[in-house]
């Protein structure tokens, strides 16, 4: 690699949006960052399946894990080819997260001695189920690879720092009744209409707004999936919710079902099912460690809660503090008019290579 200027670093990131890497098909994004990164002597790169992780060795007192996902969701609304428009990147990917993507390939290539030393991590189906995730495998076949005293996961938070995240888990609730004729339906219990008072509850939920290191993180609960109907004529004796709830990282998963069961345990009855299909622990701020705090401080932006779960609370898991870090829009994350501006690829380029190069 060769040192980048930030057109260079937008040509970056317009190569990497071009090469589709919907999860499960990560392989030419991964052959493409492997290259670039075997140009680096400085580095140590090695691969399992589509994870290419890359290492300095300099003997530094401390290491920074910097982490991102080589995936995208399926292109939507005609999204699948890059377009440039105003000094602005469009297309599937470009906020979450080839912007950011861009932005470590640029920084592994232009600092080959940084004040810690660097793990650089590209890794495969992040944005499906967490069996599939690429750092779970990592993490249980090359766990010294991700060994680091702190981390920094590229996801798109508009060029400041969204501290730890949420947690969060799904549940299928599973109501029965008993069949009958339509034209006779008190001889039955429909069970499709037993959702409306789990709904009702869903819909009034007003969750918790804890305040944890400085950041607020609003709790959410919401329904995702419904089913149920036997036929046209046939009072239904089965019906299905499934909800999802995200819950600030001061709860544990137990206690944040916990909740969920108290909220809407009074609407279930015997031969009722409730099931905890997924879940995961977030991730708290973990801001006081000097690394994060000279994140946070560089942006030149207070830190904010991080309204969602990532691989932060994979970090979090195994011992190492984490934010999120990167330039995009989080909102614009997964929709057809997703993009990243020049700008910010040289604001998150800047700002992580500065704490890179001279340290907090």
């Excluded at 991102?68 to 297309?91: A, F, I, R």
């Excluded at 730890?164 to 029965?176: E, F, K, N, S």
């Excluded at 701020?285 to 942006?299: S, Y």
């Amino acid at each position: 690699m060769t040192e980048e200027t930030p057109s260079g670093l937008f040509g970056l990131a317009t190569a990497l949006v071009a090469i589709p890497s919907v999860s499960h098909h990560e392989g030419p994004m991964a052959d493409a960052v492997q290259a670039a990164l075997a140009l680096c002597p400085w580095l140590t790169v090695e691969r399992v399946a589509n994870n290419v992780v890359a290492r300095t060795d300099l003997q530094r007192d401390s290491r920074i894990l910097v982490a991102g996902h080589l995936d995208t969701v399926p292109p939507v609304g005609g999204n699948d080819e890059p377009s440039v428009v105003d000094s602005t990147l469009y297309g599937v990917g470009s906020a979450d997260m080839k912007g950011g993507l861009a932005v470590f390939l640029h920084l592994a290539g232009t600092i080959p001695e940084p004040a810690m030393d660097v793990t650089w991590c590209f890794y495969e189906c992040e944005e499906v189920e967490q069996r599939h995730n690429g750092l779970l495998r990592l993490w249980e076949e090359r766990p010294e690879w991700l060994e680091a005293d702190v981390a920094v996961l590229g996801e798109p938070t508009g060029g400041v720092v969204e501290a730890g995240c949420q947690g969060t888990l799904r549940i299928r609730i599973g109501l029965h009744g008993e069949r009958a004729h339509t034209a006779r339906p008190w001889t039955g219990r429909n069970a499709i209409h037993r959702l409306a008072p789990v709904l009702s509850a869903v819909a009034d939920y007003r969750g918790r707004r804890p305040v944890v290191d400085g950041c607020e993180y609003a709790e959410q609960l919401q329904a995702v999936q419904i089913g149920g109907g036997v036929s046209g004529n046939v009072v239904p004796d089965d019906a299905s919710i499934v909800l999802n709830h995200r819950f600030a990282p001061d709860r544990t998963v137990e206690a944040a079902e916990a909740s969920i069961r108290e909220l809407l345990g009074g609407h279930l009855g015997p031969g009722d099912h409730w099931e905890l299909v997924e879940a995961a622990a977030g991730a708290p701020p973990a801001l006081d460690h000097p690394l994060l705090a000279g994140l946070v401080a560089a942006t030149g932006a207070p830190a904010r809660a991080k309204l969602g779960w990532t691989d932060v609370a994979s970090m979090w898991a195994h011992g190492i503090p984490a934010a999120n870090f990167g330039p995009g829009d989080p909102l614009l994350a997964h929709t057809p008019g997703e993009h990243v501006s020049w700008a910010e690829l040289e604001i998150a380029a800047t700002v992580l290579g500065a704490l890179l190069r001279t340290g907090p």
